[in-house]
């Protein structure tokens, strides 16, 4: 997950999605605004040439198009305030700027890099804020020429009232104040000609009539630049709103170290879009109710920014987790097999991704998996059978020493005599009937039954429904489904190594190794 360092949930270092009517950066509420009449647009932030690449962006809109955030406005798609790109409008930032120069709100600083840090030196020996001193500020214009014909490189600074504050409302803080002496005289322009990000961003909301800017609270500070660069223009300032920054369970700023990724690695890890987008939108948010699952549609619905919290809200990956559990067993089955059935394909467990077996393994296993992902261990379990290591275990103990070796053998003469495999091809009735004629011969029932069942035929204590599992391990074995590299163990490989078990290796004097495990039987 690309972490909200920009304007907006969704900034990604040199990215940022806008909205006309609301500069949301890919949130709730600026769909929200969309289904009113405003647009969502997405404007690439490119300026900081070392960061900026053309491998970041086509990732950032595979990202965005992922979690369903399309644009009406922006690369590819076009429209009336472009080009969308800040690398492409230097010429618009060039001119502003040169405006703001000709009106006396800009000079020109001819500053060395080694005066600038020595003014930052001289004012923490002060104990004062680290701004600029001024020294060109009041510069004549022959000292200026006279620089300029030297071909001394220089900056463009603002400059900044030395008395006085400046106040706004922010939707989600309320009156938020900033005093003029902390900030003084800033870059607009760098000596390279490159515009700096506050200037770029507070020409680009103005020229493309962005009403609302929706951010991240660390941006505050760049609110009091960009306010005086707005009315130095004359241009009507927006609406701010600074949502509150995503937070570690240590409560501290979110980043790589506590595990943060990309959107493109939540993809990968087999998270869905919608539930990335509800669990994001829930983090300083709620509707009121006790309610956390939200289509985008009921999101785009009831999202208000007047309920979004000042706190901070911790990320949570284990509730993202279930979150996406959630979102993936409420898929219609059609949409569901068809996603679980691609992946088991792809990773080469199964060699058609579509057909009765992946439909009933896919109903069947649904409710161990939360991420897509996991839908691969839980067919491997499935077709797995591990037996050996689970009679060696402690967990195993019990059932070993309610005489399982008798069970086992009559076990083994239901298969000989056909009987246990005529039912599996029954199906479901036919299994149950099976197993109720089994334990009245053995004079079992209840968890004196099935749990034996279980561990000789799946080769495991736990697992989803029994019988079905068993069908479907019986129907893989006849229908050539699963790939041979799958770590599959058919019925009949199963019932071979049952037959060959050494029982008194598992008593308390010589028990197993717990490493051992089971593998397919070669006929």
């Excluded at 391990?473 to 799958?486: L, Q």
């Amino acid at each position: 997950m690309s972490e909200a360092d920009g304007d907006g949930a969704w900034r990604r270092r040199t990215a940022a999605a806008r909205h006309r009517g609301c500069e949301e950066n890919g949130s709730d509420e600026g769909r929200r605004r969309r289904s009113k009449g405003g647009k969502f647009v997405l404007r690439i932030e490119d300026t900081d040439l070392e960061r900026s690449t053309k491998e970041s962006e086509d990732a950032l809109l595979r990202d965005l198009s992922w979690l369903g955030l399309d644009w009406d406005e922006g690369p590819g798609v076009g429209g009336d305030y472009g080009p969308y790109r800040q690398s492409e409008r230097n010429a618009l930032y060039k001119q502003y700027a040169e405006k703001l120069l000709q009106s006396g709100h800009v000079y020109r600083c001819f500053c060395s890099n080694e005066e600038l840090e020595k003014m930052k030196e001289i004012a923490k020996l002060k104990q004062l804020p680290p701004v600029y001193s001024g020294k060109w500020a009041n510069a004549t214009e022959m000292e200026v020429q006279e620089e300029l014909e030297k071909g001394t490189s220089y900056t463009y600074r603002f400059r900044v009232p030395t008395t006085g504050s400046l106040t706004i409302h922010d939707l989600i803080r309320g009156e938020v104040s900033w005093s003029y002496d902390t900030l003084g005289d800033f870059v607009i322009m760098r000596s390279n000609g490159q515009p700096v990000y506050n200037f770029c961003v507070t020409v680009d909301d103005a020229t493309m009539a962005i009403s609302h800017v929706i951010r991240a609270e660390e941006h505050l500070p760049n609110t009091l630049r960009q306010a005086l660069i707005y009315k130095a223009l004359g241009f009507p300032m927006p609406r701010f709103a600074h949502v509150s920054l995503i937070l570690a369970p240590d409560r501290s700023k979110l980043s790589k170290r506590h595990g943060a990724t990309s959107v493109g690695q939540f993809k990968e890890m087999g998270f869905l879009p919608q539930a990335m987008v509800n669990y994001l939108a829930l983090l300083g948010w709620g509707d009121g109710t006790e309610n956390e699952f939200f289509t985008l549609d009921q999101l785009v619905d009831k999202f208000t920014i007047e309920r979004v919290n000042k706190s901070g809200a911790v990320f949570d990956s284990a509730k993202l987790r279930w979150m996406n559990g959630q979102h993936l067993r409420s898929l219609p089955s059609e949409e569901l097999t068809k996603l679980i059935g691609e992946r088991w394909k792809s990773t080469g467990m199964v060699m058609e991704s579509e057909g009765s077996f992946i439909e009933e393994a896919v109903q069947l296993l649904k409710d161990g998996i939360d991420l897509i992902t996991d839908a691969d261990n839980a067919l491997s379990s499935l077709l797995s059978y591990p037996l050996y290591s689970t009679l060696s275990s402690p967990e195993g103990k019990p059932v070993l020493e309610d005489k399982l070796s008798e069970f086992a053998a009559n076990l083994l003469a239901a298969y000989d005599s056909g009987d246990f495999s005529s039912a599996l091809e029954e199906g479901s009735a036919g299994w149950q009937k099976w197993v109720k004629s089994f334990g009245k011969s053995l004079k079992r029932k209840g968890k004196s039954l099935f749990m034996p069942l279980r561990v000789l035929l799946t080769g495991k204590l736990h697992g989803p429904d029994m019988g079905a599992g068993l069908l479907l391990v019986y129907k893989a074995g006849r229908c050539g489904v699963v790939a041979s590299g799958s770590g599959f163990v058919t019925l009949d490989e199963r019932f071979k190594m049952l037959r060959e078990i050494e029982w008194e290796s598992f008593s308390k004097d010589n028990p197993v190794m717990e490493s051992a495990e089971a593998v397919p039987v070669s006929n």
